[in-house]
DNA sequence: TACTATTTAATTTTT
DNA sequence: TTAAATAGTA
């Protein structure tokens, strides 16, 4: 057996990780450490060298792009499919489990799954049959607070109000919710975890099942786990299993959606012998930009501690460069970036990085008037656009009639007479008897209803069950041809004008070639449609069609993650953008912001520029900012700052060439002080100088106040 | 019932 | 500024 493709493009650390004995491994991969590449080989290494049948192996990533990478390139290494070897996200995996245990966590076998906007509409559905307020009450935070308790692995009955009116409401809404889902057959994404950890927990035979099936269990991205996570892991790997995790915690920027860094101290707790390998050789960057990344993230605080290294060479400083405004800002960068692509370079060798997505928007402008051609990753994906997601309405009420959140999205759409009065009286009759609303409308399309509005949902009831009758015996993509054609959407669609109707209708014959191209994975064991439902929700899709186009990348640092440019800009490092001022809300949070200006820097392979503007235009109002912290933190050997001539009218009080950071000693964003009567509070903002100085402090115990500097006497901390 | 005007709030995002 | 949800009008 020829062992060298495995072994030979390995460095020492990286060959240890892979070459480890088949114990618990913590491997801590450092930003461009080749990370990819030791799950990659360690899976082959299992089964080429250890004689590792992939059957007995599980490989878990959070994005089904890390999967299919994973998946390709092991195979492309191994020289052999390995279709039997279980590479996924935890939510395809979770899923897969779901579908065959149905019967034992307590699903209806054509449950489908709930996309985050179908869960929006519910709840905000919930809160008006519960007649609550809706400005008290909000869809998107009690979405948030379901979430985050799914996250914790939490259910309302593990609750507890804590004597707080808003916190049992919020249960309640919890509760009623969750009610809802069970009984229509719905499931949302932290929904699929949790039933695939009870699954775990209440059928010992079938955990035993698998943990004799999974004595490997490789996991990527460690440092994003939420507890749920964690937990289905741990109880899979038992005693008898080994975990290969790696992770990174400086890069760990999910704090906000339920991941825990801390998942990588507690397996070092919980598997004591673990073998705990390090991987700091950076092969993407040049040395300037590493020392510089390495300078930002040493003024973190808990840290598994590493630091990256590299033998190439400095390279070029990291460029400054100080806007008068958002449209300077944008100006400077997309000349730089013509400047590169006329010496020769790939458009798609540069990416432009920002905290928030409307900063995305000036680029976009400035790009568009000099006509360079752009992607903005991330927006609206594929399957979650609204005529998608009208087709898809359709499609699943096939599978399952009691789908209400579907059957409410296309019952008049095309408009068919059914208005919000008929829909609140199908919606009361069935709330009453606790029924679907897809029942609920038979009941009354005979009797309650208005002869007119009842012959509308007898027209609609009869379309659903002739498409079902008539697209039984269809291929996929006939059955999704047949539904949009006869459900009369694509001739709505058509019958408007203008650009955006005209995409709506590619978009729907789109939906048919991906149901034409569609391959349902073998082990899912599903029919078609069922498996193309799931792939929908679950596999959102990619944005834009022509991805493969060289284009300038823009993105937001949290999407850049796990990429690399050559070039890149990072843009808007003012205090409140980036820091971004709603980070400091929470404790932790100048950390995770600080880790993502980590993530950032260390995207970029050759050259980085960074750059903020004195005054920017949010929301339609101006706003002056100082230039963030984090540009302190950057020793300024590494930095230069630049100043081309570009004809900008500067107004003349402009300061030159100075980073202007902490102009008032203390007050920086995100601090933390105490105040004599108020005790421990962060700085949320400031205004003013001198004397005059105001300040607005987030006290643990007192709350949110201004208080003037001269008066206050804060202490720093 | 369907379309238009007004109001409201805006970090990050995968599944 | 802008997108989306709701309130108001034809």
Redesign the pocket.
Known sequence: MDVTPIIDPLNDAQRDAVTAPQEPVLVVAGAGSGKTRVLVHRIAWLVEVEGVSPHGIMAVT????AAAEMRGRVEQLLNMPISNLWIG?F??LAHRLLRRHAEEVGLPKSFQIL??QDQQRMI?RIIKDMELD??TWVAREVQWFINSQKDEGLRPDNLDARNDHTRAMLIRLYRVYQEACDQKGLVD?GELLLRAHELWLRNPDILMQYQRRFRHLLVDEFQDTNSVQYAWLRVLAGNTGTLFAVGDDDQSIYR??GARVENMFQLKKEFPGMREIKLEQNYRSTATILNAANAIIANNNDRLGKNLWTDGNDGEQIKLYNAYNERDEAEFVIARIEDWISDGNLRADAAVLY????QS?VFEERLLQKQVPYRVY?GLRFFERAEIKDALAYLRLLENRADDTSFERVV?LP?R??????LGEIREYARANSISLWESAISNAGAQLSSR?GTAVHRFLELVENLARETSELQLHEQVDHVIERSELLAHFKKDRGEQAETRVENLEELVTAAQSFEPDEQDELPPLAAFLSHAA???GEGQADKWEDCVQLM?L??AKGLEFPLVFIAGMEEGLFP?K??L?DPGGLEEERRLCYVGATRAMNQLYLSYAEQR?L??VDNFAQASCFLAEIPTEYIEEVRPNIKVNRPAFRRENTIKVNTEPGMKLGQRVRHGKFGEGVVLNYEGTGSHARVQVNFEAAGTKWLVMSYANLELM
Not at 417 to 422: E, K, V
């Open positions: 959070f994005t089904n792009k996200t939510h395809g996309d985050s905000r809706d400005s994404f906000w959606r905290r928030s997505n409307a928007r991330g008049n408009t007479g059914i208005g919000a009065r008929t509005a679950l596999e959102a937001t949290h999407s971004h709603r980070s809300n235009r929301h339609g």
